[in-house]
């Protein structure tokens, strides 16, 4: 199994700035993903993120807006940049073991835009 | 393009009854499929996972289906309490989209005392 922690696991937000999400696994790991979870949705692929390389965008996710960190195998940033309302969403991160295997996910941050 | 679809949207049972929740796929080229809770607010916990060579999975009153050909899963909660009111969200993990999961709309569960 993997333990994810994430930080903070709330924020209110004003427009125009930004916030940057913490991900800390405790085992390490090839792969994490970030995720998106828009009011009364289902999660939505935001970028996945390789340890050493830049980290792949879903369409509609732009480097610009949500850069990406991956320092080692066990942490992840995800930066949401000059917020507006429409970026107010639980943010998750999340990692597969295994590569193919089952899929784990932090207890999310939750992001209200003001 | 893998399409998940979850119906119903919204359950409400008494307390003691079984559950159904299904889930259905249009690729059925999967690696597995996955079944997660959700509490409000809250992160994804995991409830079982399904290789594609299997047929079901069970954990507890919890037993998950999967039927490949068809694109079809069903999550069974044996004896339902109010705890496992919460939304239950299926995931598929497919060929074509390499290690990435596709989520369906989830089955928002309450369970009534």
């Known amino acids: 199994s993997a333990v994810i922690s994430q930080k903070p696991s709330r924020d209110i937000c004003q427009r125009g700035t930004s916030l940057t999400i913490q991900c800390q696994v405790d085992?390490?790991?090839?792969?994490m993903f970030w995720y998106r979870q828009q009011p009364g949705q289902s999660l939505t692929l935001i970028a996945t993120?390789?340890?050493?390389?830049?980290?792949?965008?879903e369409s509609g996710f732009v480097i610009d807006k949500f850069p990406i960190s991956r320092p080692n195998l066990t942490f992840s940033t995800l930066t949401v940049s000059n917020m507006s309302p429409e970026d107010s969403s639980i943010y998750l991160c999340?990692?597969?073991?295994?590569?193919?295997?089952?899929?784990?996910f932090g207890p999310g941050t939750r992001l209200t835009v003001l | 393009k893998q399409e998940v679809t979850q119906i119903p949207a919204a359950l409400s049972v008494p307390e003691g009854e079984n559950l159904v929740l299904n889930c259905s796929f249009t690729?059925?080229?999967?690696?597995?499929l996955q079944w997660f809770r959700q509490d409000p607010g809250k992160g994804l916990t995991s409830l079982l996972l399904?290789?594609?060579?299997?047929r079901e999975q069970t954990s507890g009153r919890l037993n998950a289906s999967l039927d490949k050909s068809s694109g079809r899963s069903t999550l069974y909660i044996a004896a339902s309490q109010p705890g496992d009111s919460a939304t239950y969200l299926c995931?598929?993990?497919?060929?074509?989209?390499?290690?990435?999961?596709?989520f369906g709309g989830g089955t928002r569960v309450l369970v009534k005392p």
């Open positions: 999340s990692v597969a073991k295994g590569g193919t295997d089952t899929q784990y």
């Open positions: 085992s390490q790991v090839t792969m």
């Open positions: 993120a390789n340890q050493g390389s830049e980290a792949t965008y």
């Open positions: 690729d059925s080229a999967i690696y597995n």
């Open positions: 399904i290789q594609s060579s299997q």
């Open positions: 995931a598929v993990r497919a060929v074509a989209a390499g290690n990435k999961l596709t």
